[in-house]
DNA sequence: CGCTAAAAGCAAATATTTTGCGTTAAGCCA
DNA sequence: TGGCTTAACGCAAAATATTTGCTTTTAGCG
């Protein structure tokens, strides 16, 4: 990737990678991502189609690196009183937003890219939703989940399903918070995977 | 994706599906994808570049059909001896050819087909090995993990570090594998997690 | 305020993708 | 088997997209 944003952040270069992001998110609403072209965008951003090239390389890459700005968070997780519950709102509305055809396409984006940093960029964005999370539950003085646990057991399955299977239903992801999070926390962890294996069928 | 298996599977059309196969294969051992183009592969395979761009549409679809071909299991998991250690052993194979960075591209070549069959294909490889291993384990009188279970647990969280974080270790896969499958099934769930929050760091 | 160099613009040269039309050869049915 | 139908391929021209050398603009800095 040649485009970093600490390169000569001020003035025109700024102004430029801000029209052509915009001028990609507005074509990405009016037509097809199979018929958007780097002319297209060009045009569109009023930009000469050769600072395009110079700048992303291909549109594979500009699509990925106006797919990470998408996917940041815009705010911290609602605070719904408990960790419990400010878990559960988070998980069904980033299930939600990556379900859906025009976040499923941004992943897609953002993993097309043949260097890993912008997967990585979009991965830190989930673990630091759930470390505030965390955080003000501990705050709070109440048990919480490690975030790494969380990684790989809720959020994990989640995109898996997404990416490779079926987008996953309520009862399923609200049992896989379960299983990190269980109200008693008595029960055996195959028990609870066994719970969670009938609630995914 | 216009390319279907089962339209008119014989002569001509297969001889030149399987040419323009292996001459992405062969291309991309030589080369770097991003050099990659049609009429290279074309005239590699001894084919009009128009006869791929009618029958793939573009590159990516092109080398989202080839990788499905490459990430096809060609046999079943090694039994040896018991679910469990058939289990250690399939998932050690399948993190080194996941993680690899040619397995790696393999599954970003499917991923980014914009229709999701490819994905689910693969999806289903991987269940099916998996079946193989639980029947073999149950034949055996043994007990073990719910194939759903294990792509959420064991399956889901190795991908999704490969993709957008970093290649698990042997530690963590490991410690993946004893949760849903405890050598003595005692430990609750949050003990088990705990452990292998640990094990990710 | 002037210098330096990174980034943008422009346009010509290349390379690619698309398309219309003729040809080949599977698949099918008598 | 032999002819018919049509999907798939080949070819080449046209339309687009990409690359590249050179010029111009302008951000950053002394």
Known sequence: ????????????????????HKAVRELLKEMDRSDLTIP????????????????????????????????????????TGTGRSDLRAWVEQFVDEMSSAPGRALVRDVLATPDATNAGKCCSFTKQQLAIIAKRAEARGEPF????????????????????????????????IDVVMPEQPQRTGLQVAAAVGSAAR
Chains 1, 2 share one sequence.
């Open 145 to 176: 989940a490690d975030v790494d646990v969380l990684m790989d057991y809720v959020v994990a399955p989640i995109m898996y399903r997404i990416l490779f299977d079926d987008v996953p239903a309520p009862a399923h992801y609200h049992a896989l």
């Open 1 to 20: 990737m040649i485009a970093k944003e600490n390169i000569r952040p001020g003035g025109r270069s700024a102004r430029v990678q801000s029209s052509v």
């Open 40 to 79: 297209l965008v060009a045009t569109r951003a009023g930009v000469t189609p050769s600072t395009i090239y110079r700048r992303w390389g291909d549109l594979q890459e500009l699509l990925g690196d106006v797919a990470v700005e998408r996917l940041q968070p815009d705010g911290e997780p609602l605070d």
